[in-house]
Nanobody, 122 residues
Framework: QVQLVESGGGLVQPGGSLRLSCAAS????????MGWYRQAPGKERELVAD?????????SYADSVKGRFTISRDNAKNTVYLQMNSLKPEDTAVYYC??????????????WGQGTQVTVSS
């Protein structure tokens, strides 16, 4: 059984920091492309950051979070993180962890976590 469990969300003031965690079970994080998405009420889910399984150092970010957010993984803990700094009210959303089958695997599948709420407000 595959599970992605997010944690670390909460209420933070503008300019503050938060670290989200995605603990995986049933899959090996290092063998999958991992990403963080977010969705605000009335808006479509958008990709915030991702990290590939190829090297472990290949990352990309949405323009809106570049320089503020950092995605990383700890293979020993089978966990993916999203460090969020200099948070803005527009970062308020439910954040979801996502796992994608690697491109070298002909089997195509993906998994989603349940989401964790991040609220940035003074």
């Amino acid at each position: 059984q595959v599970q992605l469990v997010e944690s670390g969300g909460g209420l933070v003031q503008p300019g503050g920091s938060l670290r989200l965690s995605c603990a995986a079970s049933g899959i090996i994080v290092s063998l999958h492309d991992m990403g963080w998405y977010r969705q605000a009420p009335g808006k479509e889910r958008e990709l915030v950051a991702d990290i590939t399984s190829t090297s472990g150092v290949g990352t990309s970010y949405a323009d809106s979070v570049k320089g503020r957010f950092t995605i990383s993984r700890d293979n020993a803990k089978n966990t993916v993180y999203l460090q969020m700094n200099s948070l803005k009210p527009e970062d308020t959303a439910v954040y979801y962890c996502h796992a994608q089958s690697p491109t070298w695997d002909f089997r195509k599948y993906d998994y989603w976590g349940q989401g964790t709420q991040v609220t940035v407000s003074s």
